[in-house]
């Protein structure tokens, strides 16, 4: 299957300070990534679809001024927690596809694990 | 909206038998495809197997296979000869089928199954 990559694996930082995620998809175009977020023992909860060249799309209860998403080009999109709180600690984790091409389906990242101090 | 439902919070399987999980999901669309993803440990989630809604054919790969029964809206997991690095976190998930791009292509997960294999 297709390789999606994500670094850091795990940051820590101290209450008030921004991080940034990167996840790239190494062997294809992505057109679409998506990011989520995952607590311990649960689901993943989507947070954002973002699509190369545009705006991302939040979901509901999302706050895009927190979480800033940037896709600029077909291998990279990040993901920038803005003012990182306690509460912000949790498993990111992004996913890649080309939904018009070959890989529609969705390949995951390794995650990165953000406590926040 | 879409839902996707699995009833077993947890499973356990002896080494090399058989178990089945379990998946059922709500929607008004015709075409949509079906997966199982795996989260070991590692919280890396692997793709298993992927099902396209207008194939009749269940999907099997290796020792996964799926029974998929569209009218009933269910979509089982069954992993045969279990082995000890089958154990992990099994999730089912859903897509649309609708080729209009972006959002429309989201998953929608259930809460997942956390399979034991016992050696």
């Known amino acids: 299957g297709a390789v999606v990559s994500q670094h850091p694996s795990r940051v820590i930082c101290k209450s008030g300070t921004s991080v940034k995620i990167e996840c790239r998809s190494l062997?294809?175009?992505?057109?679409?990534m998506f990011w989520y977020r995952q607590f311990p023992k649960k689901s993943l909860m989507l947070m954002a679809t973002?699509?190369?060249?545009?705006?991302?799309?939040?979901e509901q209860g999302v706050e895009k001024d927190k979480f800033l998403i940037n896709h600029a080009s077909l291998t990279l999109s990040t993901l920038t927690v803005t003012s990182a709180h306690p509460e912000d600690s949790s498993f990111y984790i992004c996913?890649?596809?080309?939904?018009?091409?070959?890989?529609?389906?969705?390949?995951f990242g390794p995650g990165t694990r953000l406590t926040v101090l | 909206a879409q839902t996707v439902t699995q009833s077993q919070p947890e499973m356990s399987v002896q080494e090399a038998e058989t178990v089945t999980l379990s998946c059922t999901y709500d929607?008004?669309?015709?075409?949509?495809?079906l997966f199982w993803y795996k989260q070991p440990p590692s919280r890396q989630m692997i793709l298993v197997i992927r099902?396209?809604?207008?194939?009749?054919q269940n999907a099997t790969e290796n020792r996964f296979s799926v029974n998929f029964q569209k009218a009933a809206k269910s979509f089982s997991l069954k992993i045969s000869d279990s082995q000890l690095g089958d154990a992990a976190m099994y999730f089912c998930?859903?897509?649309?089928?609708?080729?209009?791009?972006?959002?429309?292509?989201?998953?929608?997960f259930g809460k997942g199954t956390l399979l034991t294999v016992n050696p």
């Open positions: 929607t008004s669309e015709s075409d949509y495809y």
């Open positions: 062997d294809f175009q992505a057109t679409t």
């Open positions: 998930a859903y897509r649309t089928y609708l080729n209009s791009g972006g959002s429309n292509y989201k998953l929608t």
């Open positions: 996913s890649a596809s080309n939904p018009r091409g070959t890989t529609d389906t969705q390949y």
């Open positions: 973002s699509n190369e060249g545009s705006k991302a799309t939040y």
């Open positions: 099902q396209e809604a207008y194939k009749q």
